[in-house]
Each structure stands twice: as C-alpha cells, then as structure tokens.
C-alpha cells in the first residue's frame, strides 16, 4: 500500500485478464480494478487512465481517460483511437479516494493481436506421426529491441522451442500445455500470443514447433467433420506463425510462415498420439533426421486467406499443467494377473498384492503390475522418473482408471460391474459404443541403465489410479501426477462443521478443474470430453463462485456462437461424439446461449457479451418457436431432466426452459433498450404460464396435481426411469418460475413438493428412502433454492446432509474425490453400474455448491443489479434435527472474491438460532445484510460505524434484521435480547 494513501490498488485487469498477453484490438477493451484497504468505508471518488507505448525516447502516450468522478471501477471502457496491432501497450491508473487520497497503480500491460496477412499456413507433403516445422532466423543486432512477439495457431496442437527451450515454460510452475484448445475448426480457430523477447537477446533464433494430433486429428474429432476443411478430404496437421520485433526506434521486423523458408522433420521418437489412446514414445529412435523437407501448403477447400479470417486471438482458455504443484502417491501394491484367489465378496475373485512404499523406489520385475493411488481424480498426466535395470530395450505401459474394481457383478445391469478381480483397476467406462475405443494407457520404450524423465505431452487422462507393467524389470525412482486445466485461481472457500459437506465442496472443485479445459466438458476419462451445453449452463454460477473463470466463459461463448452447425445453438459445441445428440434443440442444453451470458453478467457486471450476441440470441429464440404461441421446436424425447430416478415429462421441460428464457430475455431486452421484444418476451412468458394453468394443474376439490407424465402420455425416460404426475423436478420448476395462480396454489404446490421429498412409507417413490431428493440434471441446481426461497430451508439442509442414495454424500460416503455422473455410478450393492456411460468425474451435481454459497453461507451478488448495492449478505442456518450418521451444520466459514474484492461471511448457531456473525466488505463496495433474529425483539438492534441498522424485514416468514454496511470489517453477537455489532478494525 502506498505509504501516503488509505488504500492500494489490486487485481488490476484488461478484458477480465490480469497483464494478458493477447487482447483483440478490434472488439471492446475494458478495464477494471479493486481497492484494498483496512479503513472502514473507503470509497473511489474518482479515477483517471493512462495508456501508453514504449520507445527509445521514453513513453508515448495512446490514450488519457481524464479525470472522472465517480465510484465505478469495473468494465471501464477504453474510449481512444484505434489500437494498432502487433503492439505491446502499458497502462496505469491513479485513484483517489472520497478524502482525496491518491494512489497510483503498478505498470500493467496487453499486447494486441497479429496482422496474418503476410504469413501463410504450411502443412507435411504427407501425414507423420508428430511432424515438426522449422526455421531458422536472424536479426539485427545492431538495433536495441524492445519487444518480440510471437504469435501461433495450428490445426493439431503445438509445441514450440526456441533455441531449445519450451516457450510454454516460461510461467513459473504453470506450463502451457495443449495450444490453441478447441474451437470448432470451421468457423474459429484461436491462436496465441508469447512474450519471447528474453530468448531473442542473440538474434538467432531457431524455431521449432511440434504438432500433436490434438482435437483436430485425434479419436475426439470423429464425428466433427473436419475433413471438410481440405478439398481432398484428408486431414493433415498444419501450422502458421509470425514473429514480430519491436524495435526502440518504433520500427518493426516480421518473419511469417512460409514454404520457402519452413521446413519440416518427423520427430521419430512419438509413434502415436490421442487424447483417447495416450501416446506411444520410442526413446531408442532417433528424432531428428538428416533429411529435411520443404513445407507445403495445404490443400484447403477454401484458400489461404479464407482461412486466415478464421483465426481469432485468444489467451483466455489455456490448457496449464502444474509442473510445480505435484500430487504424490499415497499408497501403492504390485501383483501378478494371473494370481487371482476367491474372495467371500467378490463374485471375480480377487488377485493377492503386496504393498510397496512409494517413497522408495520400486523395482517392478517382468509382468509385474504395479497399482498407484494417487489419492485425488483429476484431470493429469503423470511424470515418471525410471531407469531399466540391465540395460535392455523394455516396453512401459501405464494404464490410467479412476476406480479399483470389488470383483463384484452387478445383477440389476447387463453392462454394470467390476471388469476384473478384487484390486484391479476398472477401465470398462472408457470405452463406450457411442464414442468408441479409449485405451487411455501410454507406452515407452527406453535402454537407459541411467534414470529417464518421461512426461505425456499430447494426450491427457482423467484418472486417479495409474497400473504400470513392463516387459523387462524396470526401476521406478519417483513418479508424481501434474494435475491440468485452464483455470486455477481460486475465489471462493467454503468450510463447514460437517467433514462430509466440506469433501463434497473439494469433490466439485476438482470436477471443475478437469473439465474447465479448453471448454467447459462433461468428463476427462472417457471416449467422450465434449462440450455438453447442459452441463455447462447448470454449473455455471457455481463455476463462477469457486473459480476465477469469467475470461473462461467468455471465451466459451465466443465458441458457443462460432459454430458451424444448422442450428443457432446444438447441445454440443464445438460438434463432436454423436451428430445426432449435438446437432438438435433441446431444452436446458442449447438455451446455454442464452441462460451463460446472462449468468457471467450478473457476476461481472459487463453487458459485452449481451450486446454482441443479442441478435443471435433474439434469433435463437425465434427459431425455437414462434414467439407468440407456446408451441417449440425442441427435441421431446432426449435429455430433459437427465438421469432423474423421478422423470418429469420432456414436453414439461421445454415448456419450463421457454417460460425461463422468454424471462430473461426481458431483462435483457429492457437493459439494452430494446422495448418491443421486452414486450414480446413478457408477453410469451405469460401465455406459458396460462398454457401451463390450463394443460398441466388440476387443482380441484381442495387437490393439486401437476400433470408432469399423464397430460403428455409419457411414462419412461430415455433411461428407462419412470416418468410420473408430480414430479420433483416439475414442482421445483413450477414453484420457480411462479407459475402458480394465487397464494394458496403456491402454498399446495410446496406441500406437495415436501411431501415427495419426505416420502412417508415410500408412498411417492417405491424403493428409495424418506427424506430423499429424485431430480437429475435440470433440477439439481434449482431443488434446494426453491426450497430455502419458499421458506424449507430445513428440508434444503436435510437434502443436503442426506448419505443415502440418492444424495450428494452418498458418493462422498464412499470414498469419491469427484462427482460422480449418476447418483448410481457405483453402490456396495450392485458394484458399478452401467459402463456405457459411466463417469466417476462429471460436475453436473455439483452445482448444489451455488446454493451453499447463496444460501448457507448467504454471499449473494449481482452485478447486473442496478442498485449500486450488489453485494446481498443473508446466511442461511441450519436448524434441522439430526437423522443420519451426519452432524448438522453449526459452523460456516465462507468467502468469495468478487469483482470488488474479497467478501467473508463466517457464521455459527446452536442449532436453533443464529450466535455469532462475522462480514467484510470490500473496498468501495456497500452490502446489504440480513440477520436471521430468533426470538430477539425487534427494537433490539445496535448499529456502529459503519453498519447501519435499518429496520426489520419479513422474508421467506423469516424475521431478519437489516444492515446496511460499508466496506470494512463487522462482528455481530446475538444475544439474548439484543444484536450487538463491532468493527475489529
């Protein structure tokens, strides 16, 4: 902090990215920042921006925001002339506080995106294994450099040295990995941008990129038609660049791809490559060739300039391995496969191991299976360090799973079950007959007597067991796993009385890291790792509360809306796995265009993506049906309400969505200016809700009913679940959107509801156990806040406590690290069920950790409020009566760092009444806060500096006391009579 101010400047950001190495200069720039302080109260009175470039003579200044007075410090709009390209810029801020204090920020910079026009992509005269391109180049040493810039793309992913070094290693302990990730190929492909001005200091620069087969030729891509891109159908990797010096005398020098000046090798040692089936390496080949060829240029079915249009900057979505970050084995034992004993509980048998200490090194003899437990799913490679033991040419094979085989059948599911003995692993879910083969294992071949390094460089696994066998004895030194993703800094923390609750809330961020890769998937193991939109929109807001993802998601909707398909929106994107699955409408999947923009806006506050994509969403919207009848153009018989055990009729579904779509598109419309849709829209919800009165409630002789299977004649879901009248998921949505005609028909509704929920004598649902939720993938995210918002808290924290299946702990009750897919993916009963789809780490029912957040620990926000106060604080306790092996929540510590800076909201209770409160709000941020009273009086309540009282408010039949409070820290104390409140600092 500045010795002269109150405050210090944080998190200071371009394009929701902190000094990002590549923003488009053709679109919106927007910058942002946070005040830090320990003073209560402290407030930006104004702001001023300066943006400038570098030179011999100094600093050249670009752009002066002047001075403006007010508060705002988000998305602030860079309202100069057109930026050049190819630039590195810098910019700084000086804030003054509402005392007139200064501070003034540290240098931050950007650099701009690449001119391609002169560079061309190049391509193998025929297919290679890991073909790599490569040039030679000289500068002028005689001229001082400022910058050099490098910018690349390919099809397949890339792998660039220079003078021998990995450009992607350059961040300390997060390495690039995986470049330029997943667009779909036809419409958008994403390059990036690198700093590389330390490694050109000689002015001879070899340049040296390897191709991977990445998503574009791998397994992954088979149903994504990128053939289409060459007029001979045949796919081929290809690579363009450019290498642009910055010199301080303001001149410039360019070296782009090109046939005459690229060549290319095979890099002999990489035999194969796949996400799917891992990578095949020969350390005994030679890798570098004496012949070189020239590169050619691909045969597109468009020309080389229509290509080069497709390219778009994007640093935002990286794929980082944690070099640094290693995850050791916490146990491992060795056993030989044909050693397979009885076992009194496994039907398979089971094989006879012996327990090895991973932190020595194992010597593993010929047809020895080695077993590691890593101890944590993950998306990860793994880093070997092995030696042979005589010399002799020995082939490794690791095979990666996330689960260890009981040795038990499943008797209820012909494809459910262990896939081998007691103690092996289980690797039947990787492959699947919609996706095809996953061998998911890597192979070397090495005669080293000294220790090798072997890392995956172009494939990765979703795994948490590694099996490793050679054909010769082998010495494994030390082996770690590199946990990947594209986002790692965490905002949210969540910690809570209960050790089972607070697993769950590591198992979801977990989840979310492996399948946060390049673009939101929906699993990292299997023969799938596909964009599914459902997923995707349903997790959201909690991906946005744990996990600093909002350049992620905007990159993603980038995607989203570069698509190739016949649809505006598919339920897969980038197209990928089954065509006939991605290219439809279905509900809750491809509404994500419209339900992720409104979602990151209410976090970020920035209306960008609204702005640029409304016309496709407006146009989504038309083409799911006209706007002024109810009737839809979705799918009614795939997906809907996802593996519930309880299915709510599809048809039921896509009305939910359209009512819940036409809503927010209001909003949006009204925010944008745009009145005639706003009307439209309103206009739409209200003939669904008419629609749904008149078609889907009977609600006679003092009973409801909500028709959720017989008024569509629906009575099994695409898995075989029986869908009925009555439904949870139906009667959260209902309850959700207030379709409900007057008071009592809501209160009927909820009864029912809780009714279902309580499920006396299993009279609603036969076979499972009271006090049970029966929602899959849309209703899972909305359950517990109907609940809690229509005054069922308890009922949302028994949910929540449950360990039976179905229910959140039940998988964290048996040892689960991840999500699970299904609430059945394995039981002690049945062992596992179905492998045809079967993921052991899917981050849909996870999204209950937004209702933790919002609710539980009550940090609500909306940045899209247009009340300066975005920041709602109003916990949640849990006075529920114990009913399981599960303690009821006393403690909750929480915190979200927000677009204004950390916000912490600490509570603990008896049981029965709130005790003790602790808030902090950031600098230059007010929040409401509400406190659950009990049975305190309400002219009972203290203020201080700071934290206003402002009066008692009844909501969800909950008396709470309300608090206005500025930035600062507050503790409350609830008394018997009275709410006491202090500022610690």
Known sequence: MNHLSTFSLVDMTVNSQVNPRLINEQEKIYFSWKMQSDHVGIKQASYQIELYKKTENGITAVWNSNLAYTNNSINILYEGEPLECE????????????????????????????????????????????????????????????????????????????????IAEQATGQW???SPGWSDYHQLIHYQAYDITSLAASGELLVESYLGNGWFLGQISKNSFYENIFSDQQKKHCFIGKIVFLYKDGTKEEHCTSKETWKYFNDDTVIENDFYNGEVVDFTKQNRPGEYFDAEYPLFSEDQAAMKKRLQPSNRALVLLEAEKTIQPQSGYVYFAEEVTTHKNADLGAVAITKVDMTEPVRLIKDQILVIDFGQNCSAVFTAYMSTESGKTTTVQFHTGEMINDGKRNKESENGGSDGPRYTVYRENLSTPMGGECLSRDIVVFNDTSEIMYRPKYTYHGFRYLEIKADATLIINRIVMNPMSSITRRLGYIKTSNEHVNQLFQNTLWSQKSNYFSIPTDCPQRSERVGWLGDAQIFLPTALYNYDSFSFIQHYIDVMNNSSTDKIYSSIIPQAFVPRFSNLYASGWTDAGITIPWNLYKFTGNPYDLEKYYHRMHSYMEDIGDLDTVETNYDENIFGDWLSFQGTSTIFMNLMYRAYCADIMREISRRLGKAENERRYLQLFEKVKAHVLSEYVRDEDGKFTLLTASRDKMTKSYHDYPIVDNAQTGLTWFLKLKLYKNEAQRIKALNLLQHNIENINQSYRPGYPEKSLAVGFLGVDVLLPVLTEHGGSETAYDLLLSEEMPSWLYSVKHGATTIWERWNSYSTENSFFNARMNSFNHYSYGSVIEWMYKYMAGIRINAANEDSRFIELRPMIDRGCQYNTQSRIKEVDSSYD??????????????????????????????????????????????????????????????????????????????????AVSSPR
């Open 176 to 178: 690039e990995v995986l």
């Open 898 to 979: 927000s677009i204004y800076g950390p916000i912490i909201s600490n509570w603990r209770s008896d049981g029965q009444k709130l005790t003790h409160y602790f808030a902090s709000i950031p600098a230059n941020a007010e929040a409401v806060l509400y406190l659950d009273m009990g049975a305190i009086p309400h002219n009972s309540c203290q203020s201080c500096y700071g934290a206003d009282f402002a009066g008692v408010e009844l909501k969800d039949n909950i008396y709470y006391a309300k608090y206005i409070l500025k930035s600062g820290s507050y503790e409350f104390l609830m008394q018997d009579h009275s709410i």
């Open 87 to 166: 630039q590195k810029y810098y910019w700084k801020t000086t804030v003054r506080d509402q005392n007139d204090n200064p501070c003034i920020s540290e240098e931050q910079f950007f650099i701009t995106g690449c001119d391609w026009s002169d560079a061309f992509w190049i391509t193998t005269r025929e297919k290679m294994s890991l073909p790599v391109f490569t040039s030679n180049i000289k500068t002028d040493t005689a001229k001082e450099l400022e910058n050099v810039i490098l910018y690349a793309s390919s099809l397949g992913v890339y792998d660039i040295q220079i003078n021998g070094t990995p």
